[in-house]
């Protein structure tokens, strides 16, 4: 490798060059650490399927840390409140169904 300075040849294990005396290994010269890839793996969406309000609980602590799994987490939890919201629905509906077809037709109990 070269001097980043005056362009000299230098030992890789050189920490100054020998010629101008700058410090070869700054920490600019550092190989930057790759930013490490989270696991937004399903399984924080299953975890947040089961357990919604961990889910939901993971999604608001992780938002700032941990944002793919504090989405997954979150994803999991939303799932299970449309789901849970569509049950709801559906039973209402039923429900009032059933009440009319009671009301409307004629008594045979
Ligand atoms: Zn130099």
Redesign the pocket.
């Known amino acids: 490798m070269?001097?980043?300075?005056?362009?000299?040849p230098?030992n890789d294990s050189d920490e100054f060059?020998?010629?101008?005396?700058?410090r070869?290994k700054a920490e600019s010269t550092k190989p930057i650490a790759p930013p490490v890839e989270e696991d937004a793996s399903i399984g924080w969406g299953v975890l947040g399927f089961f357990f919604p309000v961990i889910g939901m609980a993971l999604c608001l602590f992780w938002r700032d840390e941990h944002r793919k799994r504090s989405t997954m987490a979150g994803k999991g939890a939303a799932v299970v409140a449309v789901l849970e919201t569509v049950v709801v629905a559906v039973y209402i509906i039923v429900y009032f169904i059933s009440l009319i077809v009671l009301v409307t037709s004629p008594k045979i109990y």
């Open positions: 070269y001097c980043n300075k005056c362009g000299s230098v060059c020998r010629k101008c005396g700058v070869l």
